[in-house]
């Protein structure tokens, strides 16, 4: 069996995973919405997407802790490969998740309502972030519960002040301003763009999204013992 494979049994083996996964993107569907917006649901899968991939990096962390990548840095096995590995299978996972919802957005709203395709690229490139972002966070703690509450706090809060769990376009223009240094702004933002149909503005969105996932990466692979 392949790292990849194990990697993607492990993440299904944890219950959670399926709820977070296959049942509550189609909870948000029924969120109600202001109108004249897209959908409140959209932006809040920002939030369930976050804590998805924050679950889905539990295995690497769970070994780091346990020590297990020192045994493999004494096998045939590369760290970079190992950790490739369970990023991707993770990464398929979320993936999953996106399509789930973007798909179950098309048949309940119509496809009137936004580019759907725009949408799920949108959501692909927010959810290798987040995922980058989950490493890069659990690289500073050496216990995985203590990690996850204080992350569950400060997620919280950065979906908040960003413009995924309230409408970016009530937020006051300085709070706007102020809160673009946060990584979580980027999909609130591309998704207001989205709403507007400016091309541009979902472009920079997806790229910045993208450069805030590589420097996660840099600072969340690196092999801490």
Known sequence: MTIFMFALQQNLKQKISLLLLLVLPLVLLFIPSMSGSLPMGFSLFGLLNLYSAFLLTRPVVEDRMQKIVVRIAASPVSHGYYLASHLLASLLLLSVQCLIFVVA???YFGP???NYLVLFLLYFSYSAMVLSFSLAWNSMFR???????????IGSIMCLISGLSFPLSLLPQSIQTMVRVLPTYYLAHGLLM????????????????WIFAGIFLLIGSKRRF
Do not use: E, H, N, P
């Not at 989205?194 to 999204?209: D, E, H």
């Open 112 to 114: 009137g309502q936004t």
């Open 143 to 153: 216990s995985y519960t203590t990690s996850f509450a204080l992350f569950s706090g």
């Open 194 to 209: 989205l709403g507007k149909q400016s091309g541009s503005g979902i472009l920079l969105s997806a790229v910045v999204l």
């Open 105 to 107: 957005s098309f048949l």
